[in-house]
C-alpha cells in the first residue's frame, strides 16, 4: 500500500485524469483509483470528496447532478478546460519530481 502522505499531493491529478476518459461519480472514481492502482492505493472518501470541492472551487471540474432507478440523484463531475490545463502542468511537474527524486534513490534500493 502506498501511504497516503506520499500520494497526497497528487489526488487532484489522479482524479482529472479519470475525468478525461468520461465524466463519473465519486463511488466510481474511488473504485478505478483502487483497480487501476492494483489496490496499491485506496482513496479515503474524506480525501476524495475533500478534493472534489477544491477542484470545484478552482474551477478544474463542474459538478451535475443525474437522476439514477428509483428515482435517486447522482452527483456526477466533469473536468472543465482549466482542469485540462491543470493536469498537463501536474503532468509536467511530475516528470520533473521523479528527475529530482531519482537522484537521491540509491538503485541497489529500488
Not at 4 to 18: A, E, F, H, K, P
Not at 28 to 40: M, N, T
Not at 67 to 95: D, N, S
Amino acid at each position: 500500500m502506498i501511504s497516503s502522505d506520499v500520494i497526497r499531493g497528487y489526488n487532484d491529478t489522479i482524479i482529472l485524469y479519470l475525468l478525461l476518459e468520461k465524466e463519473s461519480y465519486g463511488y466510481e472514481i474511488s473504485k478505478r483509483i483502487k483497480e487501476l492502482s492494483d489496490e496499491k492505493y485506496i482513496i479515503k472518501e474524506t480525501t476524495l470528496y475533500s478534493a472534489f470541492n477544491r477542484l470545484l472551487k478552482k474551477g478544474y471540474i463542474e459538478s451535475f447532478h443525474k437522476e439514477q432507478t428509483f428515482g435517486k440523484k447522482r452527483t456526477y463531475y466533469k473536468i472543465t478546460e482549466a482542469g485540462l490545463q491543470f493536469y498537463q502542468e501536474k503532468c509536467r511537474e511530475w516528470e520533473l519530481t521523479k528527475d529530482v527524486i531519482n537522484q537521491f534513490i540509491k538503485e541497489d534500493f529500488r
